[in-house]
């Protein structure tokens, strides 16, 4: 009896769209808004923390492997390297104001992907800057957190 119970509790939920796949998708794609949203609002955070000048947050927010490229660098530039100069490059780049364009996250398990236009305008070495480009930043969820573990930016020309 208990059996034939349990058979038709699963017929039911079958029937009824427990278990269907459009369920399954519906889950699928709320997961990946919620990544998007945490992500987004990741990187949103580390503009407002530079124009604060918040060390803190970038020893949490960057990944220890963290590497970038910068059109203003030639080269890859690291988290060991650039943390302990931290103070004296959001002295040097103070941003003013910035607006993301188009962002878009693919993620993948615990990694997503970040791409969107971005527009910043601020102040390099005391001398007013603004400037569009483009921008790629790859997440890993580390410890219930996303930390940015690349980060490659192209100014437009």
Same mark, same amino acid.
């Given at each position: ?18 278990? =269907? ?7 699928? /794609? /709320?997961?990946?808004? =919620?990544? &998007? ?7 949103? /955070? =580390? ?5 604060? *000048? #918040?060390?803190?947050?970038?020893? #949490? ?7 970038e490229?910068?059109? =203003? !660098?030639?080269?890859l #530039?690291?988290r &060991? ?15 003013? #104001? ?8 693919? /993620? ?12 910043? !305008? ?27 573990? $690349?980060? $490659?930016? !192209?100014?437009? *020309?």
């Open positions: 009896m208990r059996k034939n119970l349990k058979v038709a509790a699963v017929v039911l939920l079958f029937a009824f769209g427990g278990f =269907s796949s459009d369920s399954v998708g519906v889950n699928t /794609a /709320a997961r990946q808004r =919620s990544v &998007a949203e945490e992500v987004i609002a990741r990187e949103r /955070a =580390s503009f407002e923390a530079w124009k604060r *000048k #918040d060390k803190a947050f970038y020893a #949490d927010y960057w990944a220890e492997d963290f590497t490229f910068l059109p =203003s !660098s030639p080269y #530039d690291t &060991a390297n650039i943390l302990p100069k931290f103070e004296q490059l959001s002295e040097r780049w103070k941003i003013l #104001d910035y607006a993301m364009y188009n962002p878009r996250v693919q /993620a993948y398990g615990d990694t997503a992907v970040l791409t969107y236009n971005e527009m910043i !305008s601020g102040t390099y070495d005391g001398q007013p800057s603004t400037y569009t480009g483009k921008v790629t930043m790859v997440y890993v969820r580390q410890g219930g957190v996303w930390r940015g573990v $690349h980060y $490659h930016e !192209s100014a437009n *020309k």
